[in-house]
């Protein structure tokens, strides 16, 4: 069964958790409804690569979890959510403080509901823009959400 948290909590912990502590990978901000996520990337001797710039696994790895994890909370532990496909496009050097702000609309997490509601699976499709600290998109991420009613889930 997912785990559900309070917002603030989540970030702490995510903050705190070694694969983005270590990568220099911080979760500013929860909303508390989940519809919006925003995380920073910030430089470190660890996630550069030999140009200097943000090495490319800490770039696609501030953005691995959330869609699926503001989706979990948006539709409750009824629902199996897994990321089913990614991908990033990079298109130019990330320098200096990086960042992604993801976001969903309830709408959208009633629009899967509705599409999963009968059992069948369902494959969303989301995207987010990595910035710099001027605002140009230095990267962009895809993500395909495998969806699916859980059967037999105890109450």
Known sequence: MPLRLP???FRLLMNWWPPFRGAGIRVRSISPDWSTVEVELRPRTMNRNPHGA???GSLFAMT???FALMLQHQLGPTYRIWDQWSAIEFLKPGIGVVSARF???RAEGERVRHAASGGAKVLPEYSV?????QGQ??????KRLYVRLRLNVPA
């Open 54 to 56: 943000h090495f490319g």
């Open 129 to 133: 823009e990595i910035h710099d600290q």
């Open 64 to 66: 691995d979890p959330f």
């Open 7 to 9: 917002p603030r909590l």
């Open 137 to 142: 998109v230095i990267a962009r991420v895809q």
């Open 103 to 105: 976001e969903m609309a």
